[in-house]
């Protein structure tokens, strides 16, 4: 039987983080904004992918996290990079004193510090899917980590970044065991995502706790141009 995190976009979008879906049959994605996380069956047929096509759009990129299969005739791979996904395994989580909580107003200094570190997608909206925690020195947002997929009984960590001139502190772990805090307070589990060469995070996690799961990858692809077939075109 396949576990909850081997299709986590799915579990969220069909769990805890339904009301974001947006659905074309089995297919369903985040808004714009909020995540460029989307959802495919465990096992897509024909119909499926043509509904992704359908959806995206002519030639339009396309992520598809997670997604480990073939993909069909007219779609062409974009981006790949490997990944691994590691779970909690008896992490010391606690709440940090200098921790605050972040809120839409913050978003423009998120937004501004994610541009300097790249921890991965971070979007205007994708504050709303979950807890995001910062660190500030002299007013200005200096490191923050947060929640993003919300499977069943499971909470993603993620956004994890530090300001290059406060690297070296420790602030992105006392983030992490603070987010984790919150999430098992909650009696879920904490997990993560990270890219297969990126050791030095692996590193850390492991020495936090986190163990691995699975490998897992990171891609794109561009779907077909024009779309073809009679269940794209009636769809549209």
């Known amino acids: 039987m396949s576990h909850v995190l081997d299709n986590p976009a799915l579990a969220s979008l069909t769990g805890p983080h339904a009301h974001f879906a947006e659905r074309r049959g089995r297919v369903l994605r985040y808004p714009e904004g909020v995540s460029p ?3 495919l069956p ?4 024909p119909d499926d992918w043509a509904d992704l096509a359908a959806l995206a759009g002519p030639g339009a990129e396309v992520p598809l996290a997670g997604y480990c299969g073939a993909l069909p005739a007219g779609w062409e791979v974009t981006f790949h990079v490997d990944g691994v996904q590691l779970v909690d395994d008896g992490i010391a989580a606690a709440p940090d004193p200098e921790a605050v909580r972040l809120g839409a107003a913050d978003v423009p200094e998120m937004l501004d510090l994610v ?3 790249r921890p991965g997608p971070f979007l205007p909206r994708t504050i709303e899917l979950g807890t995001y925690l910062g660190i500030r020195r002299g007013g200005a947002l ?3 980590a947060g929640e993003r997929l919300h499977p069943p009984g499971w909470t993603e960590i993620s956004a994890v970044c530090t300001d290059p001139a406060f690297r070296g502190e420790g ?3 006392r983030l992490i065991l603070a987010v984790a805090h919150g999430i098992r307070a909650r009696g879920e589990t904490p997990f993560l995502h990270t890219g297969a060469g990126n050791t030095n995070a692996i590193r850390l996690y492991e020495s936090l706790g986190f163990r691995l799961r699975r490998t897992t990858a ?3 692809a561009r779907a077909p141009e024009p779309l073809t077939g009679e269940r794209e075109l009636a769809a549209s």
């Open 42 to 45: 465990d096992e897509p047929g």
């Open 218 to 220: 990171f891609l794109a």
């Open 142 to 144: 200096i490191a923050m």
């Open 171 to 173: 602030l992105a772990t």
């Open 115 to 117: 541009e300097r570190t």
């Open 37 to 39: 996380w989307l959802a």
